[in-house]
């Protein structure tokens, strides 16, 4: 993968975990986004040509659903091409950790 492509991977990492409920990327189970970079591997994220996935760890609250939906819209804006969202698993506001 090019700088630009890894550029693109770690703005779109820094997008995402920026927005507000955003716990952090979800790298559990078999078949999770991921992307392979020179020296590093950015685990629940793929990042294509022609779209994307992440998959996250969002804050459990009411509006989950509207906060995918922000979500999906941040990272779509990001990385120019339609990116899908995976809520791999939600954590109490105050646990806070990705497992």
Same mark, same amino acid.
Request: charged share 15%; aromatic share 2%.
């Given at each position: 993968m090019?700088?630009?492509a890894a550029e693109s991977v770690d703005r779109l990492v820094a997008a995402?975990?920026?927005i507000d409920g955003v716990?952090?990327?979800?790298?559990?189970? #078999?078949g999770a986004p991921a992307t392979h970079l020179p020296g590093r591997t950015v685990q629940g994220v793929r +990042?294509?040509?022609?779209g994307g996935q992440v998959q996250v760890v969002l804050e459990l609250r009411e509006g989950l659903i509207d906060l995918a939906d922000h979500v999906?819209?941040? #990272?779509?804006?990001?990385?120019?091409?339609?990116v899908d969202v995976v809520v791999g698993d939600v954590a +109490?506001?105050?646990?806070?950790q990705v497992e």
């Amino acid at each position: 993968m090019s700088q630009s492509a890894a550029e693109s991977v770690d703005r779109l990492v820094a997008a995402i975990t920026a927005i507000d409920g955003v716990v952090g990327l979800y790298s559990g189970g #078999a078949g999770a986004p991921a992307t392979h970079l020179p020296g590093r591997t950015v685990q629940g994220v793929r +990042l294509g040509p022609a779209g994307g996935q992440v998959q996250v760890v969002l804050e459990l609250r009411e509006g989950l659903i509207d906060l995918a939906d922000h979500v999906r819209h941040v #990272a779509s804006e990001v990385a120019g091409v339609p990116v899908d969202v995976v809520v791999g698993d939600v954590a +109490l506001p105050d646990s806070a950790q990705v497992e």
